[in-house]
């Protein structure tokens, strides 16, 4: 099959920095690079003899669309290794994670829509773009002022993609656009935030926040359903539809008091879920061990059961 026009390729010579110093002399090819390089090599062959004729049934019917829950599978299991701390596992669940940007890569390439080669290249060529205080000539001797110039280049590419989409897509070359819908909700208002903060738009203060949230407390409560009369079905959906409003205008200001104090709203939701679940089954265990179910305990038993936990967890 002839190799698909290359898109990264395509994308090479966008916001490219002024003076760009000579990169292949700046990045030494070393004994680490060239195993990867092997590994690689053998992984990509070896998918690819998956999908093939006489390659695995399972594999042979997969496409991007039935394989999106393990991509989102296995970025997580990434998250949970990190939070574990062991290596080993730390490194398998990167090359399951891997797998998959090989597997969707040789399924784009049977459509004639780009390689494995194309994805590489095009994050090359961005990482080299997107960092001119080494490869060019600018100055950045700080994280902030690297952040600064990375949302910068961002800003430009997505200017450069408005031009190369057309204006009849509706895309608008905006701070906050670009930002995948796909993302969890979390992850979203956490991107939405962080860029309008980069453009200037942000809380002066934690206090300014905190008074936001009491706020939206307030509203909540404003927004609780009234008494209505059972056949008002329409009143009740505007109750509904207000209500969730006011709480997911809650969440998100949760979420931008996370990213204020420079804490991942994700990452600490995840670890409250965690800690709720070990502490609900050293409750349902310490029921168990009494010969009784945590679901039969009264009230005032399982909130004890709560306070134990809370020392024990």
């Not at 998918?47 to 004729?53: A, D, F, I, S």
């Not at 200001?253 to 679940?277: M, S, Y």
Request: glycine content about 6%; aromatic content about 6%.
């Amino acid at each position: 099959m002839a190799r698909p026009k290359s898109k990264a390729t395509t994308k090479s010579n966008r916001c490219r920095p002024a003076r760009t110093k000579s990169v292949g002399a700046q990045i030494p090819i070393t004994r680490r690079d060239r195993a990867a390089g092997k590994w690689f090599t053998k992984l990509v062959a070896l998918q690819g003899r998956l999908r093939g004729p006489n390659g695995c049934p399972w594999d042979r019917e997969q496409t991007h669309e039935s394989l999106r829950k393990f991509l989102v599978e296995e970025a997580y299991e990434v998250l949970d290794a990190i939070e574990a701390a062991e290596a080993r596992q730390f490194a398998s669940e990167l090359g399951d994670l891997l797998l998959q940007v090989v597997f969707h890569s040789i399924l784009a390439e049977e459509r004639g829509s780009f390689t494995i080669s194309d994805v590489i290249e095009g994050v090359h060529t961005k990482m080299i773009r997107r960092h001119p205080h080494v490869f060019a000539d600018v100055g950045a001797t700080t994280s902030a002022a690297v952040l600064k110039t990375w949302e910068e280049i961002k800003r430009e590419e997505r200017r450069e993609e408005k031009g190369e989409r057309g204006a009849e897509d509706g895309f608008e070359d905006s701070a906050v656009a670009g930002i995948p819908r796909s993302l969890p909700a979390v992850l979203e208002a956490y991107e939405l935030t962080r860029r309008a903060s980069k453009v200037g738009f942000d809380w002066d203060n934690l206090a300014g926040i905190l008074d936001k949230l009491d706020e939206e407390r307030r509203e909540i409560e404003s927004a609780l359903p009234r008494e209505t009369a059972p056949s008002d079905g329409q009143a009740h959906r505007e109750s509904s539809r207000r209500l969730e409003e006011e709480i997911g205008d809650l969440l998100f200001v949760c979420v931008n008091i996370a990213r204020f104090c420079t804490v991942d709203p994700e990452i600490a939701l995840k670890r409250a879920n965690r800690k709720f679940q070990k502490r609900f089954q050293w409750m349902e265990a310490a029921a168990a061990r009494t010969g009784r179910r945590f679901a039969d305990l009264a009230r005032g038993e399982k909130e004890e059961l709560w306070k134990r936990s809370k020392t024990k967890q």
